[in-house]
């Protein structure tokens, strides 16, 4: 009985699925773009250009908020927050920055090797637009 309840002897196990995280949500006719990568990934002109120091245990996070359409769109109430293996939130600090594609906004999220984070999302699209909320887990290889 006990054999049996193992399944098929000689069969592989199905292949692993790809990891396939699209980097945005949409909500109505609104996109909320997503990434979070190391800052020791980013060129040292672009991470001095923001103020960012590079280092092994830090990664940025950037979002933006755009309509579907391509349209420009400003997001209010916009919180993200850091979220251990172990439920403990951390919020995080956003700091916008306009550019000629319009609003984003950066943070900072301390990482460790191998070790999972999670990070959450909220934001309202304008004029009472729909709330849009985003929820993604990444795991950095720092070696």
């Given at each position: ?140 290889h720092l070696e």
């Amino acid at each position: 009985l006990l054999l049996a309840a193992c399944g098929a002897g000689d069969s592989p196990p199905p292949p692993a699925q790809t990891y396939a995280d699209r980097g945005y949500v949409d909500a109505g006719d609104y996109r909320l773009h997503y990434a979070v990568n190391p800052t020791t990934d980013l060129p040292s002109e672009i991470a001095g250009s923001y103020g960012i120091v590079r280092r092994r245990n830090l990664a940025l996070l950037t979002i933006a908020l755009g309509a579907r359409d391509g349209r420009l769109a400003e997001a209010t109430g916009l919180e993200a927050a850091a979220v251990a293996l172990t439920g403990l939130r951390q919020p995080l600090a956003l700091a916008r920055h306009d550019t000629v594609t319009g609003p984003t906004w950066l943070a900072m999220v301390g990482i460790r090797d191998r070790e999972a984070v999670t990070i959450e999302i909220r934001a309202r699209a304008p004029a009472a637009g729909p709330e849009i909320k985003a929820r993604f887990t990444r795991t950095f290889h720092l070696e």
